[in-house]
């Protein structure tokens, strides 16, 4: 039984049994769906808990709807929680003889209409400046999900083309670290027949948008089209940005690129440049838990990135 002082607590009072009961509760939303996770009854797991925040002095949830939601100070508990329980496996390894060298664990979502090499170009340089003591997990999820997965502790930070709803922006912090204007690329033969008289050229040609037409960046475009007076025709929407790019080396349409990443498409893809525009902007927030403790390596990359 894992057990110290914390504050006034009991020297007994905190122990990780409730640990691992309360995170449950946390990553599942009700102690009903915890219970059947953890084979408990649910009355018992309710006393586990009260025992818990009794012990500790705060309470860990508050009810929303039928929903537990962490308070700040349930919140500051799973961050804590998260690490020792990582720090347990570490301990575990070691005294079975599988141990590596210590190393820091960042846990990155990133939201499935973000271009890849965008996320690779945001964190190259962490990598780069880490790379002996860093394993970097990355994910890919739409938006909903990295949020759940943030606000549970499950990630340390997620990369997003959308800014934090305005219901979550109590529990999330979000901070615009890239905006970059669009390139317009296509395969050659459809690019030189292109390229001369764009934007107007855009007008009825084969047109593959890369995310869903009410996501932030497919309305930049579409009023973009709309002031230029332009009706592409669609192709197709495909929300895969490694698929979209093969689509277009295929020869199927013009798919729009932040232009921050343009000559790395073009390179790696053989594709050719239609054309640019400042006037729509794709941007990348970085998002984190607000009033808990901040992974050092997010820290160290919102600074550089605000900088």
């Known amino acids: 039984m894992l057990s110290y002082k914390i504050g006034q607590m009991d020297r007994n009072s905190l122990n990780l049994r409730h640990l691992r009961y309360f995170a449950e ?20 797991l309710s006393a586990q808990l009260l025992m818990f ?11 929303v709807g039928r929903r537990l ?53 945001v964190l190259q340089p962490l990598v780069d400046r880490h790379r002996d003591e ?32 305005a219901n979550l922006t109590r529990g999330l912090h979000g901070l615009e670290v890239a905006a970059s204007g669009m390139s317009f690329v296509a395969a050659r033969s459809l690019a030189t027949r292109l390229a001369a008289k764009f934007p107007g050229s855009l007008d009825d040609a084969p047109f593959i948008a890369g995310s869903a037409p009410g996501s932030m960046i497919g309305q930049a475009l579409e009023a973009w089209f709309s ?9 197709g929407h495909v929300d895969d940005s490694a698929l979209l790019k093969g689509f277009a080396q295929a020869g199927l349409g013009v798919i729009a690129v932040p232009t921050s990443i343009e000559t790395e498409v073009l390179e790696r893809y053989q594709l050719r440049l239609v054309g640019r525009t400042d006037e729509v902007k794709q941007a990348l927030f970085l998002v984190r838990p607000r009033g808990r403790r901040m992974h050092p390596l997010v820290a160290e990359l919102e600074t550089r990135m605000a900088g």
């Open 134 to 165: 860093l394993e970097l997990n990355c994910e890919e999820a739409p938006q909903a999900e990295l949020l759940g997965r943030i606000a549970t502790g499950e990630l340390d930070m997620m990369l997003a083309d959308a800014p934090v709803p």
């Open 227 to 235: 002031r230029q007076r332009l009706r592409p025709r669609i192709a």
């Open 25 to 44: 509760i946390a990553r599942r939303g009700s102690v009903t769906a915890a219970s059947r996770a953890l084979h408990l009854a649910p009355q018992t």
């Open 53 to 63: 925040e009794e012990s500790v002095g705060q309470p860990m949830f508050e009810r």
């Open 69 to 121: 939601v962490l308070t700040p100070q349930g919140a500051t508990t799973l961050d804590y929680a998260n690490a020792i329980f990582a720090l347990g496996d570490e301990l575990s390894s070691v005294l079975k003889g599988r141990a590596r060298p210590r190393q820091q664990v960042l846990r990155v979502g990133v939201m499935d209409s973000v271009p890849k090499l965008l996320t690779l170009q």
